[in-house]
């Protein structure tokens, strides 16, 4: 496991769940408005001859598909930040999801140790909070580019934590292995646009992107655990005929697409963007406002009653 941080507590990130959050680093996505970029971009490790054992091309940004306007974005996404060692540094009051920044409180280890030093230090801390928090967060990044994140999760299953996955929804086989193995308890899937637009706009350059998307949303339909969908409200990737198309999808949990919608009661999270500190400030967007987010939250919510604004 490639590991850039680690939020030491969390009472609102795992519902129901007292935790801490595991944030796992490479990228397949190049979202503009990632808060993260120090745990999409992969300098450090490449850079690191110990690592390239466990450097899939998975985590290579855009492995498939076509290069198109997305490479200004994959440059972007190359650069650490000078804000980076604030990003791994996160507070134990804030909600972090995928992308989104937090505050800080000090980490156990900031990302920069060897990875299995790393490791070390991350299962010393879990076995010390045994009894004192009860699950893991397992965010990034994206965890399921992560090849051993079965055998992880099995290591911190048998220190009795629950455990709660965030993912982007792009490697749904990975999903099926971790669900066939009893090894989740919560899952997050990002909507960031419909999947049919994830590739024109440049989130992922994979090529069957919006395929592996759909095969997400109808495991998780499928999977009998509990999970929720998270939608960052920014312009043009989110407006009013796209959330009625996501409701609609969701309803329909991918499989059928448009056809056939039903009413879910799958929790739908809808959050405000900070547009400060972003992967890719060049990219033509606009943070939603206050008004239009609560007028989609009431859009969703007649196809999805559990759609919500985070927080609230
Ligand atoms: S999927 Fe998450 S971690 Fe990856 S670029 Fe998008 S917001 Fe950042």
Redesign the pocket.
């Known amino acids: 496991m490639l590991t850039g941080g680690l939020q030491k507590l969390t009472t609102l990130d795992f519902p129901g769940v007292v935790s801490s959050i595991v944030f796992t680093k490479g990228?397949?996505?190049?979202?503009p408005?990632?808060?993260?970029p120090e745990?999409?971009a992969l300098g450090f490790y490449l850079k690191n001859p110990k690592h390239q054992s466990t450097s899939d091309a998975d985590l290579m940004p855009h492995a498939t598909g076509q290069p198109t306007q997305a490479a200004t974005v994959q440059e972007a996404a190359t650069t650490v930040p000078a804000n980076a060692s604030q990003l791994l540094e996160h507070s134990s009051a804030a909600q972090t999801s995928?992308?989104?920044a937090a505050t800080s409180a000090p980490s156990p280890y900031c990302g920069n140790l060897e990875p299995r030093a790393e490791m070390e230090e991350l299962f010393r801390f879990l076995h010390k909070r045994q009894g004192l928090i009860d699950g893991l967060v397992i965010s990034?990044?994206?965890p399921c580019l992560q090849p051993d994140l079965p055998e992880f999760c099995r290591e911190v299953r048998k220190l009795g934590y629950k455990i709660k996955l965030d993912t982007?929804g792009s490697r749904p086989q990975m999903l099926q292995t971790l669900l066939d193995s009893s090894l989740l308890d919560y899952v997050a899937m990002?909507l960031?646009t419909l999947p049919a637009a994830y590739f024109k706009y440049g989130?992922c350059r994979e090529a069957d992107i919006e395929s592996r998307l759909l095969q997400t949303m109808d495991i998780l339909r499928d999977c009998g655990l509990p999970y929720e969908y998270r939608t960052t409200c920014v312009a043009p990737f989110i407006d009013r005929e796209i959330i009625l198309e996501l409701a609609q999808l969701i309803g329909a949990s991918g499989r059928t697409g448009m056809a056939g919608a039903a009413k879910t009661d799958t929790p739908w999270y809808f959050q405000k963007a900070r547009l400060n500190n972003v992967?890719s400030p060049e990219t033509p967007m606009e943070a939603l406002s206050d008004e239009t987010v609560a007028e989609l939250v009431a859009e969703a919510a007649k196809l999805a009653p559990k759609a919500a604004l985070r927080g609230e």
């Open positions: 990228c397949n996505f190049r979202c408005y990632c808060h993260n745990l999409v995928h992308g989104q990034g990044g994206e982007n990002d960031k989130f992967l």
